[in-house]
């Protein structure tokens, strides 16, 4: 499947107004295939052109084990989701300048949802490495959204 292309993505960035708003996410989605468990990883990167004229998406699908003993209990799974978009971030910062970036990470912070079991772990994580604040459900669109729909238009595009 295609990988984001980071030189495109920076060009993007760069091309567009001050006005513009990026958004990171990811989502993960746990199966099991030949006695293994795996995780789909899909990476969005959410470029709203100048805060009103629509937006460009950039996305991948990255396959990987998932070492999660339970899926009640998918902690390996969400944090990796996390490293990859703080590994995003990091990755087109050097563009960004002065415009708008939210993290978004696709756990539910109520406790009566699996996701909540790595709450403050993600939280603290991109706080310490990014120095963003990320936007958790029911506020994390590119992630709850975006990325969960990317995965099955990059899989009808393959």
């Not at 009103?52 to 390996?76: L, N």
Request: glycine share 6%; proline share 3%.
């Amino acid at each position: 499947m295609k990988k984001i292309d980071i030189a495109e993505v920076k060009a993007f960035i760069e091309a567009q107004g001050p006005d513009t708003k990026i958004y990171i996410g990811a989502d993960s989605e746990r199966y099991r295939r030949n006695e293994k468990w795996y995780a789909d990883y899909t990476l969005a990167i959410v470029v709203h052109i100048n805060g009103r004229h629509g937006c460009k998406i950039f996305g991948e699908v990255q396959t990987e084990i998932d070492y999660d003993a339970k899926s009640s209990k998918p902690s390996m799974r969400l944090m990796t989701e996390v490293y990859k978009v703080a590994e995003l971030y990091h990755k087109i910062l050097d563009v960004v300048g002065d415009k708008e970036v939210q993290i978004h990470l696709d756990i539910n912070p109520k406790e009566c949802y699996n996701s909540s079991v790595v709450i403050q772990q993600a939280v603290g994580y991109i706080k310490g490495t990014c120095n963003v604040v990320p936007m958790v459900k029911p506020n994390a669109f590119a992630a709850s959204y975006a990325a969960d729909r990317l995965k099955e238009v990059l899989a009808m595009a393959a």
